[in-house]
């Protein structure tokens, strides 16, 4: 939707804020940067032109997924309310990654479909190089993707599945998969990738060559290319997922929070 001239600078100020302190809200930072073309932007603004809240809502992945400033209850309602006009939002649901105040302002005026739980890592700075060094099995290597491996990556996601692949996603930041011959068997790539945070993500690994090194060669290419790029790399990973967890804490990824995936309705 078009913004007014002065909801726009009151967007441009909330973004410089947000580059100062890009862990404090990442994927509304991405959002109002590297994918603004593919979000519909809500802004609220109160009196003098001060920013009261601002909703954004992807309309690049099969689900509808936002991500918002902090806000008055009130206010969130109304975005919220604004965004069911959407041709995307016709069914009322909605996907979040939420922080802790987030999840709670969520609750308070939706109802809430399921959550399940994460941690959000990043690469800590005296993670060492040595740390990323991956034994991969005889006959495995890894290799960069691109939009041409989407047939092959969206077969190893049917047999493996991932919600919310979309090959739009393929050029947003470094891609890259593990082959044995011609045969895609490992996967992971980005959920986005700006100068100031990037979230990997997407990380699938056929059953069939787990515990042959995959997962820790797919990281350590990945931050290999994104060296001197981004400020800070991050991953989400759930709170049940104890060898995720320790795989990345092994390379030098740091807990910094809960966060919460949902699923929840409006209207």
Known sequence: MRLSETEQQALNDLVEKLKSDPLSNPILLADLTQLRSSCDIFVSLGKHGRLRGVLA?????PLTTIAFSDMPAGTFIDLMTNALDLPQSESGSFYCLASHSQRELIKSV???????????YELGPEASHANFESQLAEGLEV??????????ISALYSEVPLVAFSPKVLTLGPWVGVFSGESLVGVAGVH???PWVTELGHAVTHTNYRRMGCARALLAQQISLLTNKTQHITACCLQENYGPQALLESIGFKRLEQVWLMEFGVG
């Not at 809502?57 to 992945?61: E, G, N, Y």
């Not at 939706?110 to 941690?119: A, D, I, Q, T």
């Open 192 to 194: 986005f990738s700006t």
């Open 143 to 152: 290799r960069e993707l691109s939009t041409g491996d989407v047939a092959a």
């Open 110 to 120: 939706s109802y809430v479909k399921w959550e399940v739980p994460e941690f959000r």
């Open 57 to 61: 809502v992807t309309h690049h992945l």
